[in-house]
Every structure is written in structure tokens, then in C-alpha cells.
């Protein structure tokens, strides 16, 4: 079982910076692939980020590469997002995302995660 609570979210004004931070609990976060998604009203929920077990991979959504950048410390159970260059397009609720028994490998499939945050909201003004 891992349980996920997000922190960092908040108000910013386009161009500004926020990192985002996903606290897990659970002996298994160090094996699993991690992810990033996002809610924006309206829409549905979308990929953004995601991590493979050690770090040693990324794969980002076209909208965000070049300005956000996921990481992770196995050490502390703790996955990061850092947003910059944020857009008004940003705007959305940010939820980590924990990959099932076995995903080591990151991924942009929602039904690879079993396991979801509560989700931050990241607003951003133009």
C-alpha cells in the first residue's frame, strides 16, 4: 500500500516558479515508477511527468518539456515537480500519481498508477 500527500501548490503570476512535492508512504515507493498529472477545469485529466524507479529516466507532455522537471529521492520517499515559466495554461489541480506493483518504467497511462494524492491547486494569473 502507498499513500501519496501533495504540497507546494498555490497562486503565481505567469512567468513565476513552483515546486511541487509528493510525500509517500509505503516500503515499495523506491521500486515503483512515479508520476505527475493535472485537472484543469473542465478537462479531463492529463499526463504531465513522470519517473522511472531510480530516477534514471523522465518523460514529459509536450506542453511542459523544457520547463518542468520531475525528480525523485528515494531516500526520503519523495518525488518533485519544478514548474517554471509558468503559463495561465498551467491552471489545474496537480495529482501524484504512484505506478502499480511492478512499474518500474516510466509511464503516460493513467491505468499503469494505482495510486493517486489528494492533488494541489496550482493557479496561475496573467
Known amino acids: 500500500q502507498v499513500q501519496l500527500v501533495e504540497s507546494g501548490g498555490g497562486l503565481v503570476q505567469a512567468g513565476d516558479s513552483l515546486r511541487l512535492s509528493c510525500a509517500a508512504s509505503g516500503r515499495t515507493f523506491s521500486s515503483r515508477a512515479m508520476g505527475w498529472f493535472r485537472q484543469a477545469p473542465g478537462k479531463e485529466r492529463a499526463f504531465v511527468a513522470s519517473i522511472n524507479w531510480d530516477g534514471s529516466s523522465t518523460l514529459y507532455a509536450d506542453s511542459v518539456t523544457g520547463r518542468f522537471t520531475i525528480s525523485r529521492e528515494n531516500a526520503k520517499n519523495t518525488v518533485y515537480l519544478q514548474m517554471n515559466s509558468l503559463k495561465p495554461e498551467d491552471t489545474a489541480i496537480y495529482y501524484c500519481?504512484?505506478?502499480?506493483?511492478?512499474?518500474?518504467?516510466?509511464?503516460?497511462?493513467?491505468?499503469?498508477?494505482?495510486?493517486w494524492g489528494q492533488g494541489t491547486q496550482v493557479t496561475v494569473s496573467s
Open positions: 500519481a504512484g505506478g502499480k506493483s511492478g512499474l518500474r518504467t516510466r509511464s503516460d497511462v493513467q491505468t499503469t498508477y494505482d495510486y
